[in-house]
C-alpha cells in the first residue's frame, strides 16, 4: 500500500469508496435527495469548495484506490481549523490497516502546513488511538451541541492552548440537507 495525495483521474474512485464504504455503515449520513451516498456526494462537492488539496489522501493497492481521506478548511472562534471527513475504505479491505495509515498521514500533513488542530465527529473507541481527544471538556465546542458525546479533536504543534470557541465546517457539510 502507498499513502499519496489526491491526484486528477482520482475523482470516480474516490466516489466508488465512499459509496461502498459507508453504504454498509452504521454512522452513514444517508442519501442526498439525488440518491447518492452522502459522504461520496461530500467528497465530490469538498473538492471544489473547501477542501485542503494537499489534506486529500488515498490509499492505493495494486495501483487502485482502496481508501479516501479528506481534511477541509473549517474555523475554530472565526481562525482556520481544519475539518476531516469523510474518511472511508473499501468493505473488504477493512480491518488491514489502510484507515489507520491515513489517519496518520493526515494528521503529519496538516501538522507539517501548520494548521493548529483537526476536529472530527466519530467514535472515540476508534480515533482516540491517533490522538483525538473531546472536544467539548476543551471548550471546543461542536457546530450542533447534541454532538458532544463524539466530536473531536487532534492537537498540532500551532496550537494554542487558550484558544476556546466554537468550530464551523466548510460550508458543503451544511449543504448535504439541500443537495
Ligand atoms: C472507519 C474506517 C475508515 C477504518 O478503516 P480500516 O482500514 O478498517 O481501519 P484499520 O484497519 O486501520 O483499523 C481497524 C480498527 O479500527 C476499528 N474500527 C473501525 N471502525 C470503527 C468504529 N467506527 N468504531 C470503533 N472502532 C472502529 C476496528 O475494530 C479495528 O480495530 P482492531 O484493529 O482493534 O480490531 C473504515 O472501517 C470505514 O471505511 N468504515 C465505513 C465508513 C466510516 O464509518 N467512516 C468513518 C466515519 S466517522
Known amino acids: 500500500m502507498i499513502v499519496r495525495r489526491e491526484r486528477p483521474g482520482d475523482e470516480a474512485a474516490i466516489h466508488a469508496v465512499h459509496t461502498a464504504a459507508f453504504s454498509s455503515a452504521p454512522r452513514s449520513s444517508g442519501l442526498t435527495g439525488s440518491g447518492e451516498v452522502a459522504e461520496a456526494w461530500l467528497a465530490d462537492r469538498l ?21 479516501h481521506v479528506v481534511g477541509s478548511r473549517g474555523t475554530l472562534a472565526g481562525q482556520p481549523s481544519v475539518g476531516l471527513g469523510p474518511i472511508g475504505v473499501l468493505p473488504y479491505r477493512q480491518r488491514d490497516g489502510i484507515g489507520s495509515a491515513l489517519m496518520h498521514a493526515v494528521i503529519g500533513a496538516a501538522d507539517a502546513l501548520d494548521e493548529p488542530a483537526v476536529f472530527l465527529l466519530g467514535s472515540p473507541d476508534y480515533y482516540g488511538r491517533f490522538g483525538f481527544v473531546l472536544a467539548v471538556p476543551l471548550g471546543l465546542e461542536p457546530p450542533d451541541a447534541s454532538w458532544g458525546e463524539h466530536f473531536q479533536v487532534r492537537t498540532l504543534r500551532a496550537w494554542d492552548p487558550f484558544v476556546r470557541g466554537a468550530f464551523a465546517y466548510a460550508a458543503a457539510f451544511d449543504e448535504i440537507r439541500g443537495a
Open 47 to 67: 473538492r471544489d469548495t473547501g477542501a485542503l488539496p494537499a489534506l486529500s489522501l488515498v490509499a492505493v493497492i495494486d495501483g487502485a484506490v482502496a481508501g
